[in-house]
């Protein structure tokens, strides 16, 4: 079966020209001009971008999801081809309904008609890993209104055949490819592998559903559907089902009466508030994920949907990029390079004078344009690149949240072409700053150790009691080294002394025979 695959994969290679696209990085030429000589009768109107797009459609689900993942790694890739691959998010059919149905039966041991009050069985979104139905759930299980997410049938199987075959056309990739190692393909492969498997498994979406739907319970600004895990399995994730306008539809979003403006900084706020406040952001924001609500009690709210790929920071990620952020606008690239060596991502010999001023290359001239037409995630992508001549590492964890940020700034200057993105986040991220550094951040560390004092104090007594009466031993080391200096001494004495015995003695017995 993989010999079959692997020759469909061939044609489609041959017949969109990804060979060519390919083989005209190899050193030589020699290979480019053999398979033009092969293939003497195509001919490419359509530009190299879109043809790579629609090969990895033909191609099916994996390599689908394998552009989607790819169109995130901007750092790698060229403008064109990063933008073209993007547009893969939903272009996925769906599977048959029996197929569907199968699956649900197997997951739970019954059919469909006995897990839930009604089905529908005609798919409402496909993606490359799975579709969703709407459902109602059983009156004695509630019987409230579902959206029920069901995986692609056997894929697993067939995700492991095709990781093997990319990870087959990686290596050739590195060796004809004047810069595939630089790009490291086969590190990309691994790391899409990595993203499919978690996919792979609905109950860990359900659980970073669920984990976001804490991180805002309450909140005015994002609503995230409850997981009702009594139904969800690895195959089979039942949430609750939202209602709303998909966030690209601007024009029935100004009839329903959401204000855009406002919209569009709530997107900003919600963004900083995952990230800066939480450290685990949805990672996923493309128009496809985000609808907004439009009844009373929530109108004007974002809604998130699909949970698959999320994106965590630790506090030293966040305090990187709160740096950073807020030293591009005061133009403290200086305080920009320290922040990358003392993160330790650049190695510990980088001359900061050099890292400036390349920093300053690349954020000086956007200043001459308003706030409003800067690009945060351009300007850290930029930062990413230049980073790069001094061998930084950058995160899989801020790639994946640079692409996050440019689907948040897309969405919202298609909703208000002049949102001040800094405007908007500069005093989230003061605060931020206040909250880690200023004297709330003293009284939160107080408050976080009093518990840990407070089982302390009581013992204090007891355990200097113990301390008074049992004294450490003393430190011998001093005495030992002391010892051995003595003792080294003692033999170099012990040893000229012996010499000076042997020839006294050799002067005794040789004297007679040596004359006077």
């Given at each position: 079966m993989r010999l079959f695959r692997l020759a469909k994969i061939l044609s489609i290679v041959s017949r969109y020209g990804l060979d060519e696209m390919i083989l005209e990085h190899e050193p030589s030429g020699r290979l480019a001009a053999l398979s033009r000589a092969l293939h003497f009768w195509r001919r490419f109107d359509t530009p190299s971008a879109v043809r790579l797009r629609l090969a990895l459609e033909a191609l099916g689900p994996i390599f689908v999801k394998f552009g989607q993942v790819l169109s995130t790694r901007r750092d790698l890739l060229r403008p064109d081809i990063a933008d073209e691959l993007a547009r893969l998010q939903d272009r996925v059919p769906p599977f048959s309904s029996e197929l569907a149905l199968a699956q649900i039966e197997e997951a739970y041991g019954r059919p469909a008609s006995e897990v839930f009050a009604e089905f529908d069985s005609t798919p409402v979104a496909s993606a490359s890993i799975a579709q969703v139905h709407f459902a109602r759930l059983r009156p004695e299980d509630g019987g409230q209104d579902v959206a029920v997410k069901v995986l692609r049938p056997e894929m697993r199987g067939v995700i492991a055949n095709d990781l093997a075959l990319l990870d087959t056309l990686a290596g050739l990739l590195e060796s004809v490819w004047s810069d595939g190692k630089r790009l490291k393909p086969r590190e990309v492969v691994a790391e899409f592998a990595k993203y499919l498997y978690d996919e792979l498994d609905l109950m860990r979406e359900a659980a970073n559903c669920s984990q976001l739907r804490r991180n805002f319970h309450g909140s005015r600004l994002l609503q995230v559907p409850e997981v009702y895990w009594d139904q969800c399995t690895t195959t089979v994730m039942v949430m609750e089902r939202m209602r709303g306008i998909p966030i690209s539809q601007t024009g029935a979003l100004l009839a329903a009466g959401v204000d855009l403006s406002a919209l569009s900084r709530a997107g900003v706020e919600i963004f900083f508030t995952q990230v800066f406040r939480?450290?685990?952001?949805?990672?996923?924001?493309?128009?496809?994920?985000?609808?907004?609500?439009?009844?009373?009690?929530?109108?004007?709210?974002?809604?998130?949907?699909?949970f698959g790929i999320v994106g965590t920071l630790t506090d030293t990620d966040k305090n990187y990029l709160a740096q950073n952020f807020l030293a591009f606008f005061q133009r403290d690239y200086k305080r920009v390079a320290t922040a990358h060596i003392e993160a330790g991502w650049a190695p510990p010999d980088t001359r900061a004078d050099e890292f400036e001023a390349a920093v300053r290359a690349v954020c000086e001239p956007i200043f001459d344009r308003p706030l409003h037409e800067i690009s945060f995630g351009r300007v850290l992508l930029r930062l990413f690149q230049t980073s790069r001549r001094f061998n930084v590492e950058i995160q899989p964890q801020l790639v994946m949240l640079q692409k996050t940020l440019l689907n948040i700034e897309g969405l919202g200057r298609q909703l208000d072409p002049n949102l001040d993105l800094w405007k908007t986040a500069k005093p989230f991220l003061?605060?931020?700053?206040?909250?880690?550094l200023g004297r709330r951040a003293f009284q939160r560390g107080m408050q976080q150790e009093a518990p840990g004092w407070a089982r302390m104090l009581p013992q204090l007594p007891r355990l200097v009691h113990q301390a008074l009466a049992h004294p450490p031993a003393p430190d011998l080391a001093p005495q030992l080294a002391k010892l051995v200096r003595a003792q080294r001494q003692q033999g170099r004495w012990l040893a000229l002394i012996a010499v000076l015995l042997a020839l006294l003695l050799l002067s005794r017995y040789f004297g007679p025979y040596l004359g006077p």
């Open positions: 939480d450290g685990f952001f949805h990672a996923d924001m493309h128009p496809g994920n985000i609808f907004i609500a439009t009844d009373p009690a929530h109108h004007g709210s974002y809604i998130a949907l699909d003061e605060r931020w700053m206040s909250e880690q």
